[in-house]
C-alpha cells in the first residue's frame, strides 16, 4: 500500500498535482449525481488550496470575504497553521475556523 502524503509535507508541486487530481474527481462525482463525494472533494481542493498560501498573508483583526459565500464576511482573531480562527459578521458570534484558502 502507497504512503500518502499528508498536505503539510507536499511541495507546491506535488499539491498542484493533488489539486488538479481532487477537482477531476469532484468534476467525476457532480455529472454522476454524487453530492456526497462532490462535497468531499471539494473540501480536499480548498484545504490543499491553504497549503500553497502564505499564512503570514492574513492578519489578525483584518476581516475577509469568505469565498463561495457572497455578503459573507470574517473576521480573523488568531492563526493557528492554515487555519484562520474567528467569526463571520453578522453571523451566530460563535468561534470557528477556516482555512485560509477560503478568505479573499
Known sequence: MEQVKKY???TKEELKKEIALVKEKARKA?????????AVMERKA???EAYLLNPADFKPGEIYAVEGAPGTYFKIDYLKGVFAWGYRLNGSGEEEALPISLLK
Open 46 to 48: 480548498v484545504m490543499a
Open 30 to 38: 457532480e455529472q454522476l449525481g454524487m453530492v456526497n463525494e462532490f
Open 8 to 10: 503539510s509535507e507536499m
